[in-house]
């Protein structure tokens, strides 16, 4: 294997690569990769997970086995204590206030490559690798942030509220790989997790039960039953509290009688009121978003852009005016179903992210 993979000038006997180890597929894949191109590789395992949200199977355990099956020098972290309050705790407060959070992104931006990120620098890191399905390409004019190959697995959606600082450290020599190619490369290495099953989306929510896990940390919190009303005001159910509930859910409503599909359209925490319409009454062409992250060197400029409002539903065009306060206006080209706020709104030019923001509720507006 001739080529750089992490397209930076220098020999690769002199990298010191630091490789985000998680125990599972992705991240040994990379470790694996970079040995075998002569790079200096060490390991860093966080330890995020506290009772009851740890798996029962133990990622760490699988990380040390890995690292010590490569030989490469290997630390473990604990970041617990900062992964509760800066993803968990947002996450249960978003729910409260009516958003629909976007954990993954926060971590990414606050811990897997914030903190891991500062600690790759104090063991002397020259660069910080990731299992990330993403494309980090080196270019004159700075580092930038691309789709991976394979657009079912791409991740680039998750990276784009990290710091630019962290985004020129950064390297995922996965960028052209299918999670087959991946799984064989594990194998060939001798490492039986080759067969380790994807992790779930959100590692500290069992079964997708987000509600169990608000009451679970803060049970004084009352999630209370409330009216489901339509956008001419008229009452037709109850919900059984709004964290239950997101922003184009349909199923689970409990609505009966001849009235029709209905979709969640807002969450009236002020009211604790569901508002829910039809498929129409759902589509949205403005979105409002906040927090923006620009990653190119240059200052954000108006214009067309395509835009990805929810990690698992397709880019959208859009037309863009940049605003203060780091925030922007997003003219979607087409109508789209489901724009929930709190979720991440990633910002592309073709394969590139530009950055993104967090889509505002109405109260922000």
């Known amino acids: 294997m001739s080529e750089n993979l992490l397209k930076i000038n220098k020999p690769a006997s002199n990298t010191k690569v630091c490789v985000a180890m998680s125990?599972?597929?992705?991240?040994?894949?990379?470790a694996i990769l970079l040995q075998q191109q002569g790079y200096e590789v060490f390991g860093l395992t966080m330890?995020?997970?506290?009772?009851p949200y740890a798996p029962t199977q133990s990622s760490i355990q699988d990380a040390g086995k890995v690292a010590e099956h490569l030989g490469i020098e290997h630390h473990f972290i604990d970041y617990k204590n900062a992964?509760?309050?800066?993803?968990i705790r947002y996450?249960?407060?978003?729910?409260?206030?009516?958003?629909?959070?976007?954990?993954?992104i926060m971590c990414n931006r606050h811990i897997k490559l914030g903190l891991l990120a500062d600690k790759a620098r104090e063991y002397g890191a020259d660069i910080?690798?990731?299992?990330?399905?993403?494309?980090?390409?080196?270019?004159?004019n700075g580092v930038e942030l691309h789709k991976g190959t394979d657009l079912k697995k791409d991740q680039s959606y998750f990276l784009f509220d990290i710091e630019k600082r962290n985004l020129e450290m950064l390297r995922c020599p996965l960028a052209n790989f299918t999670k087959e190619q991946t799984r064989e490369l594990v194998e060939k290495a001798g490492l039986e997790i080759y067969k380790k099953s994807d992790s779930q989306d959100i590692c500290f929510v069992s079964n997708g039960k987000y509600a169990d896990l608000i009451k679970n940390l803060e049970p004084d919190f009352k999630n209370e039953s409330g009216d489901i009303v339509t956008t001419d005001g008229k009452v037709i159910g109850t919900h059984k509290g709004l964290i239950n509930y997101t922003v184009g859910q349909r199923r689970g409503l409990g609505i009966g009688g001849d009235i029709g599909i209905l979709y969640v359209l807002k969450l009236d925490v002020k009211n604790n009121r569901l508002i829910v319409g039809h498929e129409d009454e759902l589509k949205q062409k403005k979105v409002l978003?906040?927090?923006?992250?620009?990653?190119?060197?240059?200052?954000?400029?108006?214009?067309e852009y395509?835009?990805?409002?929810?990690?698992?539903?397709?880019?959208?065009?859009?037309?863009?005016?940049?605003?203060?306060?780091?925030?922007?206006?997003v003219n979607l080209l087409n109508d789209f179903c489901g724009v929930a706020p709190g979720q991440g709104c990633c910002i592309y030019n073709g394969s590139r992210v530009m950055g993104g923001g967090f889509i505002c509720k109405e109260d922000d507006i």
């Open 306 to 329: 395509t835009v990805k409002l929810r990690s698992r539903q397709k880019e959208v065009p859009a037309e863009i005016i940049f605003l203060e306060n780091n925030m922007a206006k």
């Open 23 to 30: 125990g599972g597929v992705d991240s040994s894949a990379a």
């Open 83 to 87: 992964f509760y309050e800066q993803v």
């Open 47 to 51: 330890d995020l997970l506290q009772p």
């Open 289 to 303: 978003i906040k927090e923006v992250n620009w990653l190119d060197e240059t200052p954000p400029q108006n214009g």
């Open 91 to 104: 996450f249960t407060n978003a729910y409260k206030t009516g958003l629909t959070p976007s954990p993954c």
């Open 128 to 140: 910080l690798v990731t299992g990330h399905y993403a494309d980090i390409r080196a270019t004159p």
